[in-house]
C-alpha cells in the first residue's frame, strides 16, 4: 500500500465568490484546518485550476481544487479482522454502523485496531484508496453511520457533495438539562487556544450551525434530534454545551457527573456507567454518485443507549407516582 496521503478533487461552490481562498478552502475542506491548507497551497500541494494559488487570493467561485498532500500523522494501516456491521452497501458505496470505541483512522496513539483496518480487511481493493475511501468521521465513542466509497470516482464525488453541503446527517443524543423547546445553535468553531484536544466557540472560528429538536423531556434531561448544516470537528458536543445542555457521559464537554437529587438506584447507576458521550449518528441522506439517487439509511439505537432511555422513563415515572 502506499503511503498515505491527503488527496481531494472538488469544485468551489459559486457562493464562495468573493471571498479569499484560504476561507473558501476552510469551508469546503472542514476536516482540515486553516494553517493545514494554508502549508499545502504554500507548498505548491494544493492547485487551483491547475496553478499554484495564493491564500489570499479572490475567487470567483466554480473553481476546481486538486490536493495531493502527504499525510504526516499517518501512519501506513494493515488489513485486521474486526468485525463490522455494514447498514447498506453495493458496488461503490459501503454505510458502515460503527460502535463505541472503534477510533475511524490510525494515527498518533492508534497505530491500528481502527475502522480503517477493519475496511481492508473486508474489501481489500480499498487499499487503493487514500484513508481507504472514508469519506468522513465520527469521534470515537460516537456511535452510528459513516459513509465508504468503493472507488475513486465515488470517493470524489461524495467528497464534493459533503463541501456542498449535499450530505445530510441527523443525530440523536441525550443532554443534561430539560429543553423548553429545539433550538439553532449558530456559533463559530475553531481550535482552543491552549487545549489542543479541544474545539471552542470563537468569532474568529469557522462558521458551524447546528439545529436540534425535542424528542422526549425527562426529569432533569432531554433527549434530542440533532440535524447539522455544517460538520466541524466536535461540533455537535461543543454547540449543545454552549448551549447550556451538554451530552450525558462527554468528557471533554459535559463537565463533572450530576446525580439528579432523587434519582431512582437505576438511574444513578446507568449515569454513573454510561463512559461515553451520548450521541448517535441516526440517519443518514445522500446523493448516489453513480446515478444522483436519494439514498438513505437508518441506524438503531445501540444497546447503551436505549438502557439510558429506558432508566430516564423509569425515573420519569417513579417520580409520578
Not at 491564500?55 to 470567483?60: G, K, L, M, Q, S
Not at 457533495?161 to 429543553?179: D, F, K, P
Request: aromatic share 4%; charged share 25%.
Amino acid at each position: 500500500m502506499s503511503s498515505p496521503r491527503h488527496q481531494r478533487e472538488l469544485r468551489l461552490p459559486l457562493q464562495a465568490a468573493g471571498r479569499r481562498l484560504d476561507q473558501a478552502l476552510a469551508e469546503a475542506l472542514p476536516e482540515y484546518s486553516r494553517s493545514r491548507i494554508k502549508r499545502w497551497i504554500d507548498a505548491g500541494q494544493l492547485l487551483v485550476d491547475g496553478r499554484v494559488p495564493r491564500p489570499r487570493d479572490t475567487v470567483a467561485g466554480g473553481e476546481r481544487i486538486a490536493l495531493d498532500a502527504p499525510d504526516e500523522d499517518a501512519v501506513d494501516p494493515v488489513a485486521q479482522d474486526i468485525a463490522l456491521a455494514i447498514a447498506w452497501e453495493d458496488a461503490d458505496v459501503i454505510v458502515v454502523d460503527k460502535p463505541a470505541g472503534l477510533v475511524v483512522h490510525p494515527g498518533a496513539g492508534n497505530p491500528d485496531r481502527t475502522l480503517q483496518n477493519a475496511l481492508l480487511a473486508y474489501d481489500p481493493s480499498l487499499a487503493k484508496l487514500p484513508r481507504a475511501g472514508i469519506v468522513h468521521r465520527l469521534d470515537k465513542d460516537t456511535t452510528g453511520l459513516l459513509i465508504v466509497a468503493r472507488n475513486e470516482p465515488a470517493r470524489l464525488t461524495l467528497a464534493e457533495a459533503l463541501a456542498a453541503r449535499g450530505i445530510h446527517r441527523e443525530y440523536q443524543a441525550v443532554c443534561v438539562g430539560v429543553m423548553t423547546s429545539g433550538g439553532k445553535v449558530d456559533a463559530p468553531i475553531d481550535r482552543h487556544p491552549v487545549d489542543r484536544l479541544r474545539m471552542t466557540v470563537r468569532s474568529s472560528g469557522r462558521e458551524a450551525v447546528t439545529h436540534y429538536r425535542v424528542i422526549e423531556r425527562f426529569r432533569h434531561h432531554t433527549w434530542v434530534r440533532v440535524m447539522l448544516e455544517t460538520g466541524r470537528t466536535h461540533q455537535i458536543r461543543l454547540h449543545l454545551s454552549h448551549a447550556g445542555y451538554p451530552l450525558v457521559g462527554d468528557p471533554v464537554y459535559g463537565g463533572r457527573l450530576a446525580i439528579p437529587r432523587g434519582a431512582t438506584p437505576a438511574l444513578d447507576a446507568a449515569l454513573r456507567g454510561f463512559r461515553r458521550q451520548a450521541l448517535h449518528a441516526a440517519k443518514l441522506t445522500f446523493p448516489h454518485p453513480r446515478d444522483g439517487r436519494s439514498i438513505d439509511v437508518e441506524a438503531k439505537l445501540p444497546a447503551d443507549f436505549l438502557a439510558l432511555i429506558a432508566a430516564l422513563k423509569r425515573d420519569r415515572d417513579t417520580a409520578k407516582r
